[in-house]
């Protein structure tokens, strides 16, 4: 059986908490919608923070708020940043470096939550039983040119097929935004 799925290939950006927005942003801040992505309720907001390091780079939003503030950067924005960023799942902040984070009206010094994200295969409850996959699952997947690699399965309510790697990544590997991979069995 064939199942293709959609590729997102993400820029570096910061997932936020309410207590961080509201000292970057200021009291009672709401995110602004750019654009909707794949994933349900998700969504890119208008709105970008500083990186301050060694050099500083702006980051994008990504709504909604989630209990904890996270970071992730691209494999080359360490050297710019002059920090060193293990690569991790998502939601796996141990042991990860913290930055400093300016806002319009404040800035955070975040102890920890700086990651490079491990690339991976989104998929729906439903997708994964037909697939027999479950969350932290590894699969093999091939892209339409050919090249193929090894991912882990991130799924539940609120995920759609998609597979996801970072700009940095998705260069190397020569794959972009709508391209498609598969599952090899
Ligand atoms: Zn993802």
Do not use: C
């Not at 602004?32 to 780079?57: F, M, N, S």
């Not at 970071?71 to 470096?97: A, F, M, R």
């Amino acid at each position: 059986m064939k199942y293709k799925i959609l590729v997102g290939v993400s820029n570096r950006h910061v997932h936020i908490s309410k207590e961080h927005l509201e000292i970057l942003f200021g009291k009672g801040y709401q995110l602004k919608v750019l654009r909707e992505i794949r994933q349900p309720r998700q969504y890119a907001a208008e709105e970008t923070v500083t990186l301050l390091g060694k050099q500083d780079l702006q980051a994008r939003i990504v709504g909604p708020l989630r209990e904890k503030t996270q970071v992730e950067i691209l494999t080359t924005d360490q050297y710019v940043l002059g920090i060193k960023v293990p690569k991790k799942v998502s939601g796996d902040l141990d042991n990860t470096p913290g930055i400093k984070i300016k806002g319009p009206k404040g800035i955070i010094n975040l102890e920890n939550g700086v990651i490079i994200a491990e690339k991976h295969l989104h998929l729906s409850q439903e997708e994964s039983e037909k697939l027999n996959l479950s969350n932290g699952s590894r699969v093999n997947l091939v892209h339409e040119n050919g090249t193929k690699f090894n991912a882990i399965v991130r799924s539940g309510k609120d995920h759609l097929s998609e597979f996801h790697l970072d700009k940095d990544e998705a260069e190397s590997l020569n794959i972009k935004t709508g391209d498609y991979v598969e599952i090899e069995y």
